[in-house]
């Protein structure tokens, strides 16, 4: 059986705190602030935009011709609440 890397883990360094990311834009932000932004990033609203109506065709054209399909993207473009909102409709 093959080892991993893991089998080799350099000890000289401490585990660090099970702390939570923040970018450098938390840093700067208030904590009234930060805790506004959290709040709007965890409401459940969707603004349907047109490129959304064209993706939805698309997975119905797709569905329709049993074809399979597989959307890819880079973070932040809104595929995931788009696709979650189409899988409820």
Same mark, same amino acid.
């Given at each position: 059986?093959?080892?991993?890397?893991? @089998?080799? &883990?350099?000890?000289?360094?401490?585990?660090?705190? #099970?702390?939570? $990311?923040?970018?450098?834009?938390?840093?700067?932000?208030?904590?009234? @602030?930060? &805790?506004?932004?959290?709040?709007?990033?965890?409401? #459940?609203?969707? $603004?349907?935009?047109?490129?959304?109506?064209?993706?939805?065709?698309?997975?119905?054209?797709?569905?329709?011709?049993?074809?399979?399909?597989?959307?890819?993207?880079?973070?932040?473009?809104?595929?995931?609440?788009?696709?979650?909102?189409?899988?409820?409709?």
């Amino acid at each position: 059986m093959s080892e991993t890397n893991l @089998a080799h &883990a350099n000890e000289k360094f401490p585990e660090l705190p #099970n702390k939570r $990311f923040q970018s450098p834009e938390e840093f700067r932000r208030s904590p009234e @602030a930060q &805790a506004e932004v959290e709040r709007i990033g965890k409401a #459940n609203t969707y $603004f349907l935009l047109d490129w959304d109506t064209k993706l939805f065709d698309w997975f119905d054209d797709q569905g329709d011709g049993k074809l399979c399909s597989y959307v890819t993207s880079t973070t932040g473009y809104g595929f995931l609440k788009a696709c979650q909102l189409y899988r409820t409709q």
